[in-house]
């Protein structure tokens, strides 16, 4: 099974640039998300998606644009990198149910220096 | 004040000790308790979930949510070295769509 698949795993960029971090999950969710984590902050909501076509903002979503065309992908783009945008960050897909509980199920990561 | 605070650690322990992590928090809407565990350089996955309050146990792990005091705990039985890695509570309210707080994590190293 392979879960949630994020790419690339590492990646520096320049002040300025963008880029997308690419996002894949093959287990149906309707409900994805994109965190980035910090030390100290823990992980922090930056978009999120309760279904194809449907886009909301997280806790901290300046500088990040996300679309949703497909249940399956949730590509993350980087407008214009700063390096305050250095950190980890985590695609994540989450299920919800009363009995099998809300279970968020992460990809591997992607770690991104802002130069 | 943060809605979901944890102790920040690290944690050092012998193997074979008793591991106690904890969080508390301060929204009384939470319905969902979670423990992930990160290994270095990986994704959080899932270690634990309780609904409500109560206790839950899974092999040597047992879960412990006290909504009256607004305090989850996780405890480690037979503490390994495998067991050396980030712990980060997670919560949320009821219902699809609600989103997840989580806890900045508590490194814990479990030496031989």
């Known amino acids: 099974n392979a879960g949630v698949t994020q790419t690339p795993k590492f990646q520096v960029l320049k002040t300025g640039q963008s880029m997308t971090l690419q996002c894949a999950q093959d287990?149906?969710?309707?409900?994805m998300s994109w965190y980035r984590q910090d030390p100290g902050m823990g992980l922090r909501l930056i978009h999120y998606?309760?279904?194809?076509?449907?886009?909301d903002q997280g806790e901290v979503p300046n500088g990040y644009n996300v679309s949703r065309s497909t249940t399956e992908d949730f590509p993350l783009r980087l407008l214009s990198a700063a390096p305050s945008q250095t950190s980890v960050y985590f695609c994540?897909?989450?299920?919800?149910?009363?009995?099998?509980?809300?279970?968020?199920?992460f990809g591997e990561g992607s770690w991104l220096t802002v130069v | 004040q943060k809605e979901v605070e944890q102790d920040p650690g690290p944690l050092s322990v012998p193997e074979g000790a008793i591991v106690s992590l904890n969080c508390t928090y301060s929204?009384?809407?939470?319905?969902?308790f979670m423990w992930y565990r990160q290994y270095s350089r990986k994704g959080p996955e899932l270690l634990m979930y309780t609904y409500s309050s109560g206790n839950k146990e899974d092999g040597r792990f047992t879960a412990q949510v006290d909504k009256s005091s607004k305090y989850i705990s996780l405890f480690i039985r037979d503490s390994q070295p495998s067991d050396s890695a980030t712990y980060l509570c997670a919560m949320s309210e009821w219902g699809y769509g609600q989103n997840f707080v989580f806890g900045p994590g508590t490194r814990l190293s479990v030496l031989p």
């Open positions: 994540a897909s989450t299920t919800y149910g009363r009995n099998s509980g809300n279970t968020i199920y």
């Open positions: 929204n009384s809407a939470f319905q969902y």
């Open positions: 287990m149906n969710h309707e409900y």
């Open positions: 998606s309760v279904g194809a076509g449907i886009t």
